[in-house]
Every structure is written in C-alpha cells, then in structure tokens.
T-cell receptor, first 116, second 112 residues
Framework: AQTVTQSQPEMSVQEAETVTLSCTYD???????LFWYKQPPSRQMILVIR??????QNATENRFSVNFQKAAKSFSLKISDSQLGDAAMYFC?????????????FGQGTRLTINP | DAEITQSPRHKITETGRQVTLACHQT?????MFWYRQDLGHGLRLIHY???????NKGEVSDGYSVSRSNTEDLPLTLESAASSQTSVYFC???????????FGNGTRLTVT
C-alpha cells in the first residue's frame, strides 16, 4: 500500500520570504498523481497544485511550485513571497493512476504559520 | 454552480447512538469518498464508491457503513457511535481518475 509522509508537523516563515514544505511517499507504481492541498481555518480543502508522475517538468501555480524527484520519491512544495493568507494546514497526497484506484492517500499535514 | 454539501456542520451525540452524516453533490460525479481527519494522521479513507450500488472499504472502515442508491448522495452511518469516532469527517467527489477531488466543508462530530 502507498504511504505519504510529511516530516514537518509545523513550519513558520516571515511574510514575503520563501518556505519549502517536505513530502515523501512510498509506492511501487510508476504512474500516479501527487497533490498539495491547503486547509485554512475555515476547514475547506483547497487544491493548490498537482503533478503527474510521467511529467518531468515541475508544476507551478503562481507563487506555488513543486520539486518533484521521482527516483527519490520526494515531492516538496515551495511557496514564494509568502502572504498572511497562506497560513494553513498543508497536506500532501498521492493517487494511483490505475483504474479503480482513484482514492487519495494523505500525509499527516504541516501547519504553516506566516509571521508578519 | 455545482457543489458538494455536507450536513450537519457540527454534531454532538452520545456513545452507542446511531448517527448518519449526509453528503450530497450536484457535480454528477460517479466517484465519492468519505475521510476522517485527526491530528497527526491527516485524512484517512473510511469508505468510497465508484458508482450507484458500488461501495468499498477504506483503511479505517470499522464501525462505519455507506450506501449508494443514487449518484448524488453517499450517507455515512456510524452504527454505534464510540468516543474514538470523534473527528472531522470530509466527503469528496471526483469525475474521473484524471480529475481532482472536490471536498465538502466537513462535519465535526463529537461523541460523548
């Protein structure tokens, strides 16, 4: 079974600085998706960014980018120019690309604090 | 706009009672999922469904059941609530294996 590990329970960063959240995963599959979700205090789960394993290019979405290292099974999230609204829990998640295996497997989460 | 709604948003119940949490989506998605969120565990899969009359157990399914009689709804039932089931419960849906999950806003359940 696949597992996802986020080794940083909490992180903090100064506003306007850059922060990187770590995620590692374990799988024997070669084709899959990886995701980062943001959960603000409202409890809403918001998709931040998605990476397809067969794509070598790292995904980017505005200030958010990932460093996808397939061989190392690592998928870190970089937030540039941190803003107060980025404060939230961040979850890394894995999804198999096999038909009938569409469920997400989540990491434990990292709570990100932005210091003004 | 299409959406996924969960009700109630908060629920307090007593040990041993049967509780049902509702999940309704208007996306017309075939795939629906129930997760529970606990500190230190992230979100863990309880049950999931890939279509009407299809249900499957997730990694933490003991004490929970679901039924899928139509595309829009996947109610989650706690047969006999236990204090260990105090948690925040999320329902989610997706169109296909290539599309992201859409989440509801969660139900906070407290079992006293």
């Amino acid at each position: 079974a696949q597992t996802v590990t986020q080794s940083q329970p909490e992180m903090s960063v100064q506003e306007a600085e850059t922060v990187t959240l770590s995620c590692t995963y374990d799988t024997s599959e070669s084709d899959y998706y990886l995701f980062w979700y943001k959960q603000p205090p409202s409890r809403q789960m918001i998709l931040v960014i998605r990476q397809e394993a067969y794509k070598q290019q790292n995904a980017t979405e505005n200030r958010f980018s990932v460093n996808f290292q397939k061989a190392a099974k690592s998928f870190s999230l970089k937030i540039s120019d941190s803003q107060l609204g980025d404060a939230a829990m961040y979850f890394c998640a894995y999804r198999s690309n096999f038909q009938g295996a569409q469920k997400l497997v989540f990491g434990q989460g990292t709570r990100l604090t932005i210091n003004p | 706009d299409a959406e996924i709604t969960q009700s109630p948003r908060h629920k307090i119940t007593e040990t041993g009672r049967q509780v049902t949490l509702a999940c309704h989506q208007t996306w017309n998605h075939n795939n629906m999922f129930w997760y529970r969120q606990d500190l230190g565990h992230g979100l863990r899969l309880i049950h999931y469904s890939y279509g009407v009359q299809d249900t499957n157990k997730g990694e933490v399914s003991d004490g929970y059941s679901v039924s899928r009689s139509n595309t829009e709804d996947l109610p989650l039932t706690l047969e006999s609530a236990a204090s260990s089931q105090t948690s925040v419960y999320f329902c989610a849906s997706s169109e296909s294996m290539y599309s992201p999950l859409h989440f509801g806003n969660g139900t906070r359940l407290t079992v006293t």
